[in-house]
């Protein structure tokens, strides 16, 4: 049925008020639809080995109930130098010095090989030393928490107004201000009010708890947010400087960490993305937190999408900062095995999602792919709801999509752990779902890994590798014609929270743009369709 005879059939029911809705559509008659783009995307990743020890949860559990155990007395022993941490090839990956499938040319282990040019500055953003980063610190903390010893902050002041980046920070005049003597410092934390900042072992500033008895804002809870918005700061302000978009351009924020900011009366209440976006100097924005575990990224990811097409918002950032909870998770297992503390680093992220412009690679918002209540929780289930469902729905086999981008854990973090190779395991039940399908020969699923798969290489920083270190990688290889789709995989384990045993999983296409873009509403086209529609009901009455 034609958009015209669709009108004469409801004008002559009497059914005029079906006829309303038709005047909010971009097109009448037409499948066209105007997708949303990526328009950047940018990565940082900041090394944090003294959080290993003093932050993470592995060592302060183990603290509490063995303080004098040989795990903590070796770890010392095993972190990496900043150095180090520059040329390990999974780092240089992340911040785009090199593309992922380069991982498959360097010999493994690959903390044992690392990259020879390896640069603390890539193509998408930074590697950002620990010292540099307590200074950042105290720069985005806007109510007087964070103290740095006097010597220290002076030597961190210059570093970061040099730095490329973080030089024109409005409040880097912070560090101006207020520096505090080493005997302060030493007289909170062994008080029990501040949470040490360790730099090579040595005290160098805290911060200070934000309320005398509230357990949501103790100077632990302040610690890791500040840690978390510090870190979101590095990302944003990498992506402002290395993209056309301008802080004042953005409209909405989304923030998707798994950090938790509030007080007694409402724990979770936020707002990092505005905490984050008044950072930056996005005066024009507004913005919210989005929570899902492994798979915020994805969720925020889609609802970015979604404000971007409808045109709610123009310009919409997605971002995220790093945990100083999961450093070092796994460090036991690194340990038993000789192994470098690989788990030392922060991880952060910022994506820009616009309207169509014809150039920028699409999200195909048609093809979201959800992980429902009902849908189950076994593998297959999930990667059925996440992966098969919504390309059915589109219309889009297996074999069009060129990369798959699901948990990109790098896979010597988690083999020696017992976790095995998180990417690979993905890749194998996708292709295993492709042949149960028809669409590949079982004989070549080993082929198909290869084809779509590659090396994961981010760190363990729960919501950080789940599909989105890619997007970056997709924007450009869609950008110059190497693949035409790549896919976006969120999962995660909403059991963590004990409130439910329920599985979770995002997922989105993004697809290689046309160039066409859809010239929107045309309201003059409406009326004359609706007139035509009008008299061609009245030849039809008199006829009758």
């Known amino acids: 049925m034609t958009a015209k005879q669709f009108l004469i059939n409801k004008i002559y029911q009497g059914d005029i008020k079906a006829v309303f809705p038709l005047l909010s559509l971009k097109v009448l008659g037409g499948e066209r639809m105007n997708y949303p783009v990526v328009k950047g995307a940018s990565y940082a990743l900041v090394h944090a080995p003294d959080m290993v020890i003093h932050q993470g ?8 109930k063995h303080p004098d155990s040989e795990h903590l007395q070796n770890l010392p022993k095993h972190l990496r130098s900043f150095e180090d941490v520059v040329k390990y090839g999974p780092n240089q990956v992340y911040i785009g010095n090199m593309e992922p499938d380069a991982l498959a040319g360097i010999a493994k282990p690959w903390y044992e090989n690392p990259v020879a040019d390896g640069e603390r500055f890539g193509k998408f953003g930074e590697i950002m030393p620990l010292d540099e980063f307590y200074g950042l610190m105290k720069v985005v903390d ?9 010597d220290f902050q002076a030597q961190v002041k210059e570093k970061l107004a040099a730095h490329p980046v973080m030089q024109d920070l409005k409040d880097l005049a912070k560090l101006d201000k207020d520096p505090a003597e080493l005997a302060a410092i030493e007289k909170l934390v062994a008080g029990g009010l501040a949470e040490g900042m360790y730099l090579q072992g040595q005290l160098i500033g805290c911060v200070k708890r934000a309320h005398e008895f509230d357990p949501a804002l103790t100077h632990h809870v302040m610690f890791e947010n500040l840690v978390s918005k510090a870190s979101a700061v590095v ?3 990498n992506l402002l400087a290395k993209t056309d978009l301008k802080a004042e351009e953005i409209d909405y924020i989304i923030e998707c960490s798994e950090e938790a900011c509030g007080d007694m009366n409402q724990r979770g209440g936020g707002n990092f993305a505005k905490a984050i976006g008044e950072i930056c100097g996005c005066v024009n924005a507004t913005g919210s937190d989005t929570r899902g575990f492994c798979a915020a990224p994805a969720h925020a990811l889609v609802n970015a999408a979604a404000l971007a097409q409808a045109g709610v918002y123009k310009n919409v950032v997605v971002v995220a900062g790093g945990s100083c909870a999961k450093l070092g998770m796994n460090s036991k297992d690194h340990l038993k095995k000789g192994m470098p503390v690989l788990e030392d680093m ?21 093809a979201i792919g959800r992980h429902t209540i009902g849908s189950g929780s076994s593998p297959q289930a999930v990667m059925q709801a996440i992966v098969t469902n919504p390309l059915d729905k589109a219309g889009i086999v297996l074999a069009e999509i060129d990369r798959f981008s699901p948990e990109m854990q790098n896979p010597e973090i988690t083999v020696p752990a017992g976790a095995g190779d998180v990417p690979n395991a993905n890749y194998k039940m996708i292709a295993a779902l492709g042949v149960k399908k028809g669409q590949f020969e079982k ?3 080993a082929k198909e890994v290869e084809r779509f798969g590659m090396p994961g290489y981010a760190p363990t920083q729960g919501h950080i590798p789940s599909g989105v270190p890619f997007v970056g990688f997709a924007r450009e290889m869609l950008m110059d014609g190497r693949i035409n789709r790549a896919m976006i995989i969120g999962k995660g384990s909403l059991f963590l929270g004990r409130l439910t045993n329920l599985f979770d999983g995002v997922s989105f296409v993004m697809e290689k743009n046309s160039g066409a873009v859809d010239p929107g509403f045309d309201q003059e086209q409406v009326k004359s369709m609706i ?5 061609e009901l009245a030849q039809k009455i008199k006829g009758e």
Request: aromatic letters at 4%; proline letters at 2%; charged letters at 20%.
């Open 531 to 535: 007139a035509d529609a009008m008299r």
């Open 443 to 445: 004989a070549n699923l």
């Open 346 to 366: 922060l991880g952060a992220f910022a994506v820009h999602i616009s309207e169509n412009d014809g150039v920028n690679p699409i999200i195909r918002t048609d």
């Open 235 to 237: 990302a944003l302000k």
């Open 57 to 64: 949860t592995t060592q302060t559990s183990e603290a509490l």
């Open 142 to 150: 806007v109510f007087d928490l964070v103290l740095l010893e006097k």
